[in-house]
């Protein structure tokens, strides 16, 4: 009886796994030996692309292309985009400069997370930007707008990105961009990771199927063996794996890689692992406190105090992330407002909303596959109301 019931337990667990998109990439953004640190250190892994070095300069590999898919259950493809990583290793279709073209160029750069640098639309924000500025500018300046965006990342990390890298490169104007994310993003008090805080080891996890195909999913926590294998837990909320162009476009082998990860969620299959030392934090990384609201508070506001003080000319975009303005109840944005000295230039990027249309719901905003990911119009749109504050705003 008990093992009848433990059947049907794990049977109506997979169900749940029918409502879930799959979501693919080609390779992986960062290359081997990534500079920052511990949560992006990556080993050379020819299954997940890391087999070509991150820029010295920007933060990515250059010269390159990441596609991005979403599945249904079936493995058809749902959406893909390509992501370009330009000349210095940014998400950018635009080909850049290291140095200022001439006297007339304004040199804009932006930090954030995957809301700035998106590897799941075909063009992120600040492309649209700079080309809405250069279209809507009436004087003689000539706009380049550097995308230091970074998927994955916190303000903390934003901060070692412009020490160490956005900051040498003769910016006129740096634009921290914000979404309500980053504040639960809280870094650690012991290194310069912040988002996967609170997992202490993972492994990815390396598939073959009956064509020879093979595919990489997500991470393996070795200490909470059951991470995976909990459709409640963080990393099963997606289901994701690297494959390569020609397999993403097979439903069949999409579907039957999707049925491994489910069954390996499910019943916990024994699975053989790529590389044993691909977890670069099992060994050093604490076990991190809960923090209040006004402790994330805090947080912010210290780097935001940081910025203020340590870039020559810089801004605060507050960008509306999720679809409707009641999502944001959990997310202290007025306290945040209400916290930071008014002295400081902060777009409440909220407020921005009639500048496409609507009046109570930013969904129009988002891709109809995952409700965190922006659309092409969504970025398109948002650099728009960027720039139109910039122009309102700022004396170029």
Not at 42 to 71: A, M, T
Not at 86 to 110: F, P
Not at 113 to 122: D, I, L, R, V
């Amino acid at each position: 009886m008990i093992l009848k019931n433990k059947k049907i337990q794990k049977e109506n667990i997979r169900k749940l796994f029918d409502n879930y998109n799959m979501a693919g990439y080609s390779s992986s953004p960062c290359g081997v030996n990534h500079i920052l640190g511990q949560g992006f250190y990556h080993h050379s892994d020819l299954l997940r692309g890391i087999n070509y070095p991150s820029s010295d300069l920007g933060l990515f590999k250059e010269n390159k292309d990441i596609f991005f898919w979403w599945f249904d259950k079936n493995g058809h493809i749902l959406h893909e985009n390509k992501c370009h990583l330009n000349n210095l290793g940014l998400v950018s279709n635009y080909k850049q400069s290291i140095e200022r073209k001439d006297k007339n160029e304004y040199r804009i750069a932006v930090l954030g997370c995957e809301m700035t640098g998106a590897t799941t639309s075909n063009r992120s924000w600040p492309d649209y930007l700079q080309k809405f500025l250069n279209k809507s500018s009436t004087n003689s300046k000539t706009f380049q707008v550097l995308n230091f965006g970074h998927l994955d990342t916190g303000i903390h990390e934003w901060k070692t990105i412009w020490e160490k890298r956005a900051s040498k490169l003769d910016i006129d104007l740096l634009i921290v961009n914000i979404a309500p994310h980053t504040l639960i993003r809280k870094g650690n008090l012991y290194n310069d990771v912040s988002h996967w805080d609170s997992i202490p080891g993972f492994k990815y996890c390396s598939y073959k199927i009956s064509d020879g195909s093979s595919a990489v999913t997500w991470f393996y926590n070795k200490k909470l063996k059951n991470t995976l294998r909990d459709f409640r837990s963080y990393t099963s909320k997606l289901i994701t794996l690297w494959t390569d162009r020609d397999t993403a476009h097979k439903p069949s082998s999409v579907k039957e890689f999707r049925n491994l990860i489910i069954d390996d969620y499910v019943n916990g299959m024994k699975i053989g692992f790529f590389d044993d030392d691909i977890d670069p934090r099992e060994k050093n990384y604490p076990n991190i406190p809960q923090y209040s609201n006004e402790e994330l508070l805090r947080w912010i506001k210290k780097h935001i105090e940081w910025f203020s003080n340590n870039a020559p000319n810089v801004i605060f975009t507050l960008n509306p992330w999720l679809p409707h303005f009641t999502d944001y109840s959990n997310y202290p944005f007025e306290s945040l407002l209400d916290f930071l000295a008014s002295d400081l230039r902060i777009y409440d990027m909220r407020k921005s909303w009639k500048l496409w249309g609507v009046e109570d719901d930013i969904s129009v905003l988002y891709s109809n596959q995952g409700s965190e990911k922006w659309s092409d119009r969504g970025h398109n749109l948002y650099g728009e109301a960027v720039g139109i504050q910039l122009l309102n705003n700022l004396t170029f």
